[in-house]
């Protein structure tokens, strides 16, 4: 049975930071993409950063420069490190594993930006 689990979400304050973290109990784990979504309230939900396989990391226009998506193969992680957080990245936060048709989504992890 395929798991996505996200965890580290919370509340923080306008210009703090938090880390993501999503557990992925994939077999060939390190083959998949992974990707970070969010979704806010009355919004669709929004890719917020990918890394490849390779590790080439994609960044939303509205995140570049203050998160950082990496991986951890060994372990089957995938980490969203966020900065200088605003009230607008206030949303749920999903995990997204993708390998061509197949693809895998967590249940998400609420952030929360306020003071």
């Known amino acids: 049975q395929v798991q996505v689990v996200e965890s580290g979400g919370g509340l923080v304050q306008p210009g703090g930071s938090l880390r993501l973290s999503c557990a992925a109990s994939?077999?060939?784990?390190?083959?998949?993409?992974m990707e970070w979504h969010r979704q806010a309230p009355g919004k669709q939900r929004e890719l917020v950063a990918r890394?490849?396989?390779?590790?080439?990391?994609n960044y939303g226009d509205s995140v570049k420069g203050r998160f950082t998506i990496s991986r951890d193969n060994a372990k089957k992680l995938v980490y969203l490190q966020m900065d200088s957080l605003k009230s607008e990245d206030t949303a749920v936060y999903y995990c997204?594993?993708?390998?061509?048709?197949?693809?895998?989504w967590g249940q998400g992890t609420q952030v929360t930006v306020s003071s």
């Open positions: 890394i490849s396989s390779g590790g080439q990391t």
């Open positions: 997204h594993a993708e390998k061509g048709a197949t693809d895998y």
């Open positions: 994939i077999w060939h784990f390190s083959i998949y993409a």
